[in-house]
């Protein structure tokens, strides 16, 4: 029967697969690495770098300078250390005010030089433009690459990284200062500067509902900004993760057997498309496996942290059904390709053209998050090879998205799906006893249209 063998096949990879060390350790490893990654962001936090920062501050108004360092000082005693703890939580900021030469390169040169020799850890230039408020100035322009300091109000002079804390700091007293000695000059008294520019607090909430069986209006409660990044993260992550583990073993494994020349025994007993199906189906199993294995120790986790209200039980019916189909795409794409190859080298080097509908998607995370609903978002999350990945972080945001738009976006994958399997299984079928030459792109393109 075409259908037993099939599943023989199949219970041969899966046991093989996870009997297997690489898949126990692995199995465990992979959280460890992940979890590890948080537990050093958390430490990271907990020790800060709480090293002097030194900022020199040039001020070509003669006026500004002096009520920057203030504000900056103030925001030194109200931030420097944990209120509750006592611990010093971030760096000391200590300025000096340098006064103004008429060689303005060379100046910047010197203080750059410092910042170089980290005597410095940056320099400020506050221009004339900054003291008028209503004062139209050339600004820096993003397309200008050798922009003139002098046209912007304030310039800083740094070489930390971009993501570098102390520049949104800095910015934060930097503006402060300025605006009090506009305040001043708009004849505001120095008494009432704190009620004008104090922080306000902005609580964010969710929408409020209304129950449908009674009628009444259920309040809005407030939002986790945590548990709204981590858990459409977290299950993106996931899914790629078992998605990949699951996949990528797929293509070395039928070059193995190629090479080896085991296929041709199989052969004996299944037929190129039994074969291909007994081995997708195997590396399905894996991946239903490991997702078991995640899931359900996540959400233990999750309950023993008593925060079992943000495990999405929901999304899971789709979180499953995105990873079948995926598995299934990208095996069998994997079968198509290892097929093709000559030698588990040449099937190393196309591992990244199999996993780029995984890994795409992470570069794409950051975008989507922000603008979930936006049409590059919706257009890309439509887009079959990205759909399981980018559906499912849109549909775990608290926002959610369009009832109609997750079920297009399954229909075109599993259409899609179910076409490469196809393709996949006429390239299988002539490709796998190919033996001493790799195919090229028009071989697989007309065995793909011919079988």
């Known amino acids: 029967m075409p259908t037993r063998r099939i599943w023989l096949i199949a219970k041969r990879d899966y046991l093989a697969t996870i009997r297997t060390k690489a898949f126990i350790i ?3 490893v992979l959280p460890i690495i992940f979890g590890g990654g948080f537990l050093g962001i958390a430490l990271m936090q907990a020790k800060p770098d709480i090293e002097d920062r030194h900022i020199a501050i040039v001020d070509h108004t003669g006026v500004l300078a002096a009520a920057v360092i203030q504000a900056a000082e103030a925001r ?62 050339q600004g820096v322009k993003d397309d200008k690459t050798n922009a003139d300091p002098a046209d912007s109000q304030v310039a800083s ?17 930097v503006s402060e200062g300025i605006r009090r000695v506009r305040l001043t000059r708009l004849g505001v008294p120095p008494g009432r500067f704190k009620e004008v520019l104090d922080d306000l607090s902005i609580g964010k909430f969710g929408l409020l509902s209304r129950d449908e069986k009674t009628g009444e209006i259920r309040e809005a409660t407030k939002k986790n900004e945590v548990a709204e990044f981590g858990i459409p993260f977290g299950l993106m992550l996931l899914l790629g993760m078992i998605v990949m583990v699951g996949s990528s073993p797929m293509l070395s494994a039928v070059t193995e057997d190629k090479a080896q020349r085991l296929v041709e025994m199989l052969l004996g007993l299944a037929t190129p498309f039994e074969l291909m199906m007994g081995k997708m189906l195997g590396a399905l199993g894996v991946s239903l496996t490991s997702s078991a294995f995640y899931i359900i120790g996540g959400t233990l986790a999750l309950e023993g942290m008593g925060m079992a209200g943000l495990v999405p039980f929901g999304l899971f019916p789709w979180f499953y059904v995105y990873l ?70 849109r549909q775990a945001l608290p926002g959610g998205v369009p009832a109609w738009q997750p ?29 001493g030459r790799a195919p090229k792109i028009a071989d697989l393109v007309r065995w793909a249209l011919k079988g």
Do not use: H
Request: hydrophobic fraction near 50%; include cysteine; aromatic fraction near 12%.
């Open 76 to 137: 030194n005693a109200r931030d420097l250390k944990d209120i509750k703890t006592g611990r010093q939580r971030q760096p000391k900021y200590v300025f000096e005010n340098p006064a103004p030469s008429p060689d303005v390169k060379s100046q910047r040169l010197a203080l750059s030089d410092r910042v170089r020799r980290r005597q410095l850890f940056a320099f400020i230039e506050i221009n004339n433009s900054a003291l008028d408020p209503g004062k139209d100035y």
């Open 26 to 28: 692995g199995l465990v």
């Open 324 to 393: 079948f189909v995926d598995v299934m795409f990208l095996c069998s794409l994997a079968a198509a390709l290892g097929a093709g190859c000559s030698s588990p080298q040449d099937a190393q080097q196309l591992a990244i053209v199999l996993l780029s509908p995984v890994i795409i998607p992470y570069f794409m995370l950051t975008f989507v998050m922000q603008q979930p609903n936006g049409a590059i978002a919706t257009a890309m999350s439509l887009f079959p090879p990205f759909t399981p990945m980018l559906m499912l972080l």
């Open 157 to 173: 002079f740094t070489n930390a990284g971009g993501f570098d804390e102390v520049g949104r700091w800095l910015n934060g007293s």
């Open 407 to 435: 079920w297009v976006g399954l229909a075109g994958v599993v259409v899609f799906a179910f076409v490469m399997v196809w393709i996949a299984a006429r390239i299988f079928r002539v490709a796998i006893l190919i033996q």
